[in-house]
C-alpha cells in the first residue's frame, strides 16, 4: 500500500494542473517519513547513550558529529516536512536525508563499541544503554554453520537460556536468549561455546514426573498425561 502511494498507477494520475496553485499534486499522509523520523530519534539516543558510556572509559565524545546530526533530524521535524505537506522531489530528499543520517548513526555506534564490547573470539558484548534495569530479551546473529549443542555462559560456569536458534541462509545463525538482569548503563560479555551432542549425559527419571514449586507434569510413553498448577489447591 505504501509502495502505491509512491508509486501511483499512471491511470489513477491526472494528466493535467489540478487548479491548485499553491500545493500542486502534494500528498499529505506520507507514513515513512513519519516511520524513519520516529526510528532515528530512537537510534540517536541510543547512540548517545553508547557515546557516554564509551567516554567513561577514555574515549572522548563526538560532539560536533551529534550536532551535525541532529540538526539533520531536528530539520526533518518541522511541520512542513513531519506532515508530508510537500511534492515528490521534496519528499525524495528527505528520504535521502533519512538515509544518510541512519549511516552516521551506525558509526557513532560503531566507534562507540569498540570501546565497551569485549574484543575476544566467540564473546557476545550485551550492552544496556538505557537509565533502567533491563532483563528481557537480547538477539544476536553471527557467522555459524551449525547450531547443535550450542550453550551461552558467563565462563564460570553459569550458562543462559538460549530460547531460539536458527538459520537464516545456511551461514549465519540467529539466537534470541535471555541473558539475565544488566545493570543500567552496563555491559554483560557472554562465552559462546559447542559441545558434542553425543557426548550429553542423558538422566534417566524415576518415574515420568517433573515437579518445580509451580507445576507437576506427569507423562507416560504415549505423552503428558497431567499438568498440575500447585496454586490451584
Known sequence: ????????????????????????????????????????????????????????????YP???????????LFTMFHDCITSTHIDPAYEELLEMNARLAKQISSLNDKALSRLAKPQEKTISVINAMASEY???????????????????????????????????GKNLRVRFLPGKIAPFSAKHIKIKYSDPSKASIRKLKQPVIENERFKISADKEGLVSIYDKRLK
Not at 63 to 73: I, P
Not at 147 to 169: C, F, M, Q, V
Open 63 to 73: 560532539k560536533e558529529k551529534f550536532q551535525e546530526a541532529w540538526q539533520t533530524l
Open 1 to 60: 500500500k505504501i509502495n502505491r502511494v509512491d508509486n501511483p498507477p499512471r491511470d489513477s494520475v491526472h494528466p493535467g494542473p489540478e487548479l491548485n496553485p499553491c500545493n500542486s499534486g502534494c500528498w499529505v499522509t506520507r507514513i515513512k517519513l513519519k516511520q524513519q523520523c520516529r526510528r532515528l530519534e530512537y537510534a540517536m539516543l541510543n547512540a548517545e547513550s553508547l557515546s557516554c558510556m564509551a567516554m567513561l572509559k577514555g574515549k572522548s
Open 135 to 169: 532483563s528481557g530479551s537480547a538477539e544476536i546473529t553471527f557467522p555459524s554453520e551449525k547450531s547443535t549443542g550450542l550453550s551461552l555462559s558467563d565462563g564460570n560456569g553459569k550458562n543462559y537460556r538460549i530460547i531460539s536458534a536458527e538459520h537464516i541462509d
